[in-house]
């Protein structure tokens, strides 16, 4: 099992370009994160320019795992929500390197994602994933509750719809959860 550090990423040319050739890869491979396959280099460039200009702003932290020189994985928290929801958060673009996969990549951005968001004084997360090849089953071990589905969502990378799972979770030390353990 290789080491890996978590960052917050900033946009600097390295960063981005390995950015985008995760991106190009995990979408080839058939995860659905927004793009469809082929996914031009170009397009995920622009993407990522986008968002780390938002991060930059504060609206958004893009986190990287990496092994050394090496980006293995990534997700972002989203921060930037309606004025009256200021509680809440948004995980997305959660992808780990096929190579590095099973390996605790994702769980160890997640739970740092998680932290990053409490410490911004967030008390609710929420994601969704894909009801088809999508990443539930790390959701749940991460403690997120499954709200629902919503049928034929999206295309999946390759063609073909998949419905979208909503998932949700309190952090801890919410008002929530304080008021459930005391009712
Ligand atoms: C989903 C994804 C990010 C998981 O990355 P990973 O680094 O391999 O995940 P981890 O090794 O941290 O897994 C942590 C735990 O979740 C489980 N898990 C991970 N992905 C899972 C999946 N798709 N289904 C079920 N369980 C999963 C692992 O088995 C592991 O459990 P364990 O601790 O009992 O061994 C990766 O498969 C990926 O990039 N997929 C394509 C993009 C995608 O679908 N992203 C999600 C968008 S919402």
Excluded: C
Excluded at 19 to 39: C, D, I, K
Excluded at 92 to 105: E, L, P, Y
Excluded at 167 to 177: C, D, I, Q, T, V
């Amino acid at each position: 099992m290789s080491t890996f550090e978590i960052r917050r990423l900033e946009a600097e040319p390295g960063t981005l370009a390995q950015l985008s050739e995760l991106l190009v890869e995990v979408v080839a491979q058939g995860g659905s994160v927004s793009f469809m396959h082929p996914l031009p280099v170009q397009e995920a460039s622009t993407f990522w320019s986008l968002a780390l200009a938002a991060a930059a702003r504060g609206e958004r932290a893009v986190l990287g795992a990496w092994t050394g020189q090496r980006l293995v994985g990534t997700v972002t928290l989203l921060l930037d929500t309606p004025p009256n929801q200021p509680h809440r958060a948004e995980i997305a673009k959660m992808m780990t390197r096929v190579s590095q996969r099973g390996q605790g990549v994702a769980a160890a951005l997640l739970r740092e994602a998680e932290a990053l968001a409490q410490v911004r004084g967030k008390t609710l997360l929420v994601l969704d994933t894909a009801s088809d090849g999508g990443a539930a089953g790390l959701y749940r071990k991460l403690g997120y509750t499954l709200a629902g589905e919503i049928p034929d969502y999206a295309l999946k990378p390759h063609g073909g719809l998949s419905g979208t799972l909503i998932f949700w979770k309190r952090l801890p030390g919410s008002a929530g959860e304080e008021r459930a353990s005391t009712e």
